[in-house]
């Protein structure tokens, strides 16, 4: 079966760290492009980050960029999102994706709350 699991996520302290995971099934990852996305409650979905398939260049929004890093492990077959410095306005539902015979794969969404 062609999908795209996420782990990781849950409540954290702000400042705290987490890290998303994305797994691919059915398909190879390596040779793709795959993006992280988010989505507040009452809010437009937004990119996050992008990471290249060859040679692994990355992309951030302003919003993230010096906290978060997406990177990828082609050997497990899975996409990451370290998150660092976490801030209140990081709530949200994160969702990862990829382009696999020209229709957009999507995990299945985790949620992320930061909060004291």
């Known amino acids: 079966q062609v999908q795209l699991v996420q782990s990781g996520g849950g409540l954290v302290q702000p400042g705290g760290s987490l890290t998303l995971s994305c797994a691919a099934s059915?398909?190879?990852?390596?040779?793709?492009?795959a993006s992280w996305y988010r989505q507040a409650p009452g809010r437009e979905r937004e990119l996050v980050a992008t990471i290249r398939s060859s040679g692994g260049g990355t992309n951030y929004a302003d919003s993230v960029k010096g906290r978060f890093t997406i990177s990828r492990d082609n050997g497990k077959n899975t996409v990451y999102l370290q998150m660092n410095s976490l801030k209140p306005e990081d709530t949200a539902v994160y969702y990862c994706?990829?382009?696999?015979?020209?229709?957009?794969?999507w995990g299945q969404g985790t949620q992320v709350t930061v909060s004291s």
């Open positions: 994706c990829t382009m696999y015979v020209g229709v957009v794969k």
């Open positions: 059915g398909f190879t990852f390596e040779s793709r492009v």
